[in-house]
T-cell receptor
Framework: DVKVTQSSRYLVKRTGEKVFLECVQD?????MFWYRQDPGLGLRLIYF???????EKGDIPEGYSVSREKKERFSLILESASTNQTSMYLC????????????FGQGTRLTVV | SQQGEEDPQALSIQEGENATMNCSYK?????LQWYRQNSGRGLVHLIL?????REKHSGRLRVTLDTSKKSSSLLITASRAADTASYFC???????????FGEGTQLTVNP
């Protein structure tokens, strides 16, 4: 079975901290995605990557950056955490979106205080 | 901006009834997918329909796609309490690898 693992289920950070959210997939998928999910807003795409060291901005990239140094790992970085970044963060991977489904991690609920 | 918009935002039905959820989108797509999310968990893929398909079935699920109206519907027949979850449509645009979700429909199936 495909497994997408997010490093933390729950995380509490202070305003101004640099935060790293890690995501690892074990199926050699080319595409990886980071979303944030907020009540009433659905899933909003932050960044995605279609290859190692390749990335594209999603709909809400401000305040975030990403890193993909290896195919299996896609990191989301909050450069200076703010309270409005308190949210559920979901990582996903897919072989190619045009071909098949995306597999999701269990999510990281981040609280910035 | 959100590519997909689901309708209704919330739906409450009795066990055994059918549930229909609709999704509209804005751009040309390669395919449209439906996902399910149980409370506080990650999303699980349910079904994918390609832009050249009009209808697809999987068990109690039936999905239709109308590319001229840029809309899709998900029908769950003979619903069960265990179907209670949020359902999201997602689109893959023809222009790239972006996978974009809508706001979801919260389905409650009452025993």
């Amino acid at each position: 079975d495909v497994k997408v693992t997010q490093s933390s289920r729950y995380l509490v950070k202070r305003t101004g901290e640099k935060v790293f959210l890690e995501c690892v997939q074990d199926m050699d998928h080319e595409n990886m995605f980071w979303y944030r999910q907020d009540p009433g807003l659905g899933l909003r795409l932050i960044y995605f990557s279609y290859d190692v060291k390749m990335k594209e901005k999603g709909d809400i990239p401000e305040g975030y950056s990403v890193s993909r140094e290896k195919k299996e790992r896609f990191s989301l970085i909050l450069e200076s955490a703010s309270t409005n970044q308190t949210s559920m963060y979901l990582c996903a991977s897919s072989l190619t979106p045009g071909v098949g489904e995306a597999f999701f991690g269990q999510g990281t609920r981040l609280t910035v205080v | 901006s959100q590519q997909g918009e689901e309708d209704p935002q919330a739906l409450s039905i009795q066990e055994g009834e059918n549930a229909t959820m609709n999704c509209s989108y804005k751009t040309s797509i390669n395919n449209l997918q439906w996902y399910r999310q149980n409370s506080g968990r990650g999303l699980v893929h349910l079904i994918l329909i390609r832009s050249n398909e009009r209808e697809k079935h999987s068990g109690r699920l039936r999905v239709t796609l109308d590319t001229s109206k840029k809309s899709s519907s998900l029908l769950i027949t003979a619903s069960r309490a265990a179907d209670t979850a949020s359902y999201f449509c997602a689109t893959v645009e023809t222009s790239g690898s972006r996978l974009t979700f809508g706001e979801g429909t919260q389905l409650t199936v009452n025993p």
